[in-house]
T-cell receptor, first 113, second 113 residues
Framework: GNSVTQMEGPVTLSEEAFLTINCTYT??????LFWYVQYPGEGLQLLLK?????DKGSNKGFEATYRKETTSFHLEKGSVQVSDSAVYFC????????????FGQGTELSVKP | NAGVTQTPKFQVLKTGQSMTLQCAQD?????MSWYRQDPGMGLRLIHY???????DQGEVPNGYNVSRSTTEDFPLRLLSAAPSQTSVYFC????????????FGDGTRLSIL
C-alpha cells in the first residue's frame, strides 16, 4: 500500500546547527510530495512541495528534493533557529486520489539557544 | 482571508453526549476532510468529501458521521462521545488536483470525560 515513513523524534539541536529529517515513501504511480509544519497550538501549514522527480521544493531556508530512485524526500536546513521548533510532517498525494493526503508520523524538532 | 474556520476551539463533553464540530472554507475547494491527531500517531483521516453530496470513510470513521450539503461546510458529528475520542481534530480543504496542498484549520481540542 501507499505509506510515508519519517525518522522518529524528538530531534534536539542547537541554534545554527544543520538539520536533516528523513522521509521515505511507498506509492503506486507518481505521487506529489509535501512537507507540512505544525507550530505549538496551531494547525498544519504547508512548508514546501515537489510534484515530480528531481524537483526541489524550498521555503524559509528549508529544502527537500524529490528522489524517485531512493523514494525519498528528506527535509534539510543549513542553520536552524529557535523559531523552527515545531512538528514536521512529510506527506504524499496520488494523482488518482485528488486531495487525499497520506501522512508520516511527524517529527518533533526542538532548537535550543 | 478566512481560509478554513473550525469551531469551537475547545470543548469538554461527558461520555454519551453528542456534538457537532463545525468546519467552513471560503476557497471554493471541492475536497474537504477531517483528521484526528493523537500523540505518537500523526494524523489519521476520519472522513472526507470530494464535493457537495459526496462523502466517504477514511482510516478511522467509527463513531463519527459527516455530511456535505454545501461546498463550504463539512461538519463532523459525534453521536455518542467516548473517552477514546479525546483528541485534537483538524479540518482541511483543497482542490481535487493532487499537486495542490491542503489548507488546515486551527483545530478543535476535544476532551471526553
Amino acid at each position: 500500500g501507499n505509506s510515508v515513513t519519517q525518522m522518529e523524534g524528538p530531534v534536539t539541536l542547537s541554534e545554527e546547527a544543520f538539520l536533516t529529517i528523513n522521509c521515505t515513501y511507498t506509492a503506486t504511480g507518481y505521487p506529489s510530495l509535501f512537507w507540512y509544519v505544525q507550530y505549538p497550538g496551531e494547525g498544519l501549514q504547508l512548508l514546501l512541495k515537489a510534484t515530480k522527480a528531481d524537483d526541489k521544493g524550498s521555503n524559509k531556508g528549508f529544502e527537500a528534493t524529490y528522489r524517485k530512485e531512493t523514494t525519498s524526500f528528506h527535509l534539510e536546513k543549513g542553520s536552524v533557529q529557535v523559531s523552527d521548533s515545531a512538528v514536521y510532517f512529510c506527506a504524499l498525494s496520488l494523482y488518482n486520489q485528488g486531495g487525499k493526503l497520506i501522512f508520516g508520523q511527524g517529527t518533533e524538532l526542538s532548537v535550543k539557544p | 482571508n478566512a481560509g478554513v474556520t473550525q469551531t469551537p476551539k475547545f470543548q469538554v463533553l461527558k461520555t454519551g453526549q453528542s456534538m457537532t464540530l463545525q468546519c467552513a472554507q471560503d476557497m471554493n475547494h471541492e475536497y474537504m476532510s477531517w483528521y484526528r491527531q493523537d500523540p505518537g500517531m500523526g494524523l489519521r483521516l476520519i472522513h472526507y468529501s470530494v464535493g457537495a453530496g459526496i462523502t466517504d470513510q477514511g482510516e478511522v470513521p467509527n463513531g463519527y458521521n459527516v455530511s456535505r450539503s454545501t461546498t463550504e461546510d463539512f461538519p463532523l458529528r459525534l453521536l455518542s462521545a467516548a473517552p477514546s475520542q479525546t483528541s485534537v481534530y483538524f479540518c482541511a480543504s483543497s482542490s481535487l488536483q493532487s499537486n495542490q496542498p491542503q489548507h488546515f484549520g486551527d483545530g478543535t481540542r476535544l476532551s471526553i470525560l
